[in-house]
């Protein structure tokens, strides 16, 4: 994704949250308030079969999306040299694991890898231990070879472009929570600022609100 079309994709973000027009996107469950929907941008979609995948996690484990059926997933796509957004997505995942209390065993976090120049399980695992990922134990960073993690960008529409192994991977940030029944229900936008330097920030009441809200709607799928 060029400079310029996540230029569009901001500006786009930024009307939305302050057109006075705007209305609540029918679909959304009644107990999350308006003020979630528009900090996660939430967005209902046809609940369909969410598509499938065989990856390989950070524990080594090959895995299916399937094998997660009877549980929600709340899915992400990351890259596990990411120093822009990916970070501040995983501080709002444990945030959102702390507060699903008794609810926390029926929610699976997952990511698939972005970054198919550092796709070995070494490369996910380091990420989940420098982020603290790897203390829910329901967390799975997902990687695998090039063809089958581009089939899942593709599935996901989630847009990756890297023009070479030394260049920052620049892709699509959204969170996918699929129901116990394995279909897509709620898109999410993670969303970043940052600082004079360049650096990727977002208040620390914005990365627990966006903790509750994953909570809060993944809680609903799951009773």
Known sequence: MSQTVKLVYKLMNW???HDRSYSRPYGIPAAVPDSQVNLMEL???PARPAPGFILTDQD????????????????????????????IVSD?????YRDLGKLAGQVVFAAVNVNQYHSAVADVAAFSREHQLSSIPSWHFF???????RA????????????DPDADIVHSSVVYFIDPRGRERYLASPQAGHTSSGVSYLPPGQI??????????????AA
């Not at 990687?143 to 993690?149: K, R, V």
């Not at 899942?152 to 023009?163: D, F, G, I, L, M």
Request: net charge positive; aromatic share 8%; with cysteine.
């Open 92 to 96: 709002e995942f444990t945030g959102a």
């Open 143 to 149: 990687t695998g070879s090039a063809p089958s993690l």
């Open 15 to 17: 009307l939305v949250r």
């Open 60 to 87: 080594g484990r090959v895995l299916s999306l399937s094998a997660f059926r009877g549980k929600v997933v709340v899915l992400e796509f990351m890259d596990p040299h990411c120093t822009d957004i990916c970070p």
């Open 152 to 163: 899942a960008w593709r599935n996901y529409n989630v847009a990756v472009q890297a023009s």
């Open 43 to 45: 967005s209902p979609v």
């Open 208 to 221: 627990a609100a966006w903790g509750r809200g994953i909570a809060q709607l993944a809680g609903l799928l």
